[in-house]
């Protein structure tokens, strides 16, 4: 059993396991679940959907500024090829999402970043532009990571839930789409010596991991602006 910071430990695996409690609840969030056993409310998943249309372009941004920092053609032409895959396939599922959960198009197009929102999509665009290639490839670890988690686990437990929007949300985030990724991603970072930025990397997992977390649960229970 490895100890945590054991240095024969890869890095990535030692942060899943420092925040495995974290992780873990994101993964097995109740909106995973209930989208998972079809029992999600429409409306609820609409919340998400449309923050989740606006999280895409601080998204977006922060792994165009990582595809200029990348160390070589190789790593810049992975972020690419995701970048495709949100900005064609993904794009093209939002459009027919908002159909089919009847939000307009000046409902989805004039959305605004609830708190959650607009914080975690400012820490994106901060690391794509402070950070380096490492700290940009750890954030997109995290998102996409624990997205990967949850899809293959739905699909290992066979879900498939009567709504085709979520069966589908289910599918793009299985193996098939991100596994490759994902494990190129966590190759990367441990193969790389970021001991002397050990910190900041955890810093940067930590946060990223704690936005996913109260991303899932604005979607559940809703976030809005206290003015009170």
Do not use: C
């Not at 024969?8 to 974290?22: A, H, R, S, V």
């Not at 599918?171 to 190759?187: A, C, E, N, S």
């Not at 930025?197 to 996913?212: G, Q, S, V």
Request: overall charge negative; proline content about 5%.
């Amino acid at each position: 059993m490895y100890a945590i910071g054991a240095p024969n430990m890869p890095l990535t695996q030692q942060l899943k396991l420092k925040y495995e409690n974290l992780w873990r609840r994101m993964v097995f969030h109740p909106f995973v679940v209930e989208m998972g056993d079809g029992t999600l409310p429409p409306e609820k998943f609409k919340r998400y959907f449309l923050q989740d249309y606006v999280f895409v372009r601080d998204l977006v941004s922060m792994t165009s500024m990582g595809m200029a920092k990348a160390p070589d053609l190789d790593s810049a032409s992975r972020l690419h090829a995701f970048l495709t895959g949100i900005l064609d396939p993904e794009n093209d599922l939002f459009m027919r999402a908002f159909d089919e959960l009847g939000a307009s198009e000046e409902e989805y197009s004039s959305a605004s970043a609830s708190p959650t929102t607009r914080g975690f999509g400012d820490f994106l665009v901060r690391t794509g532009l402070e950070g380096d290639f490492a700290d940009v490839l750890t954030v997109l670890y995290v998102t996409e990571g624990t997205y990967l988690d949850w899809g293959t686990r739905l699909l290992t437990e066979g879900k498939r839930p009567e709504n085709p929007i979520y069966r589908e949300w289910i599918d793009i985030h299985g193996p098939d789409v991100l596994g490759d990724l994902v494990g190129w991603m966590g190759r990367f970072l441990d193969g790389a010596d970021l001991s002397a930025r050990h910190d900041r990397i955890d810093e940067l997992f930590h946060t990223a991991l704690r936005y996913e977390d109260l991303f899932w649960q604005a979607a559940y229970d809703g976030d809005a602006w206290n003015d009170d």
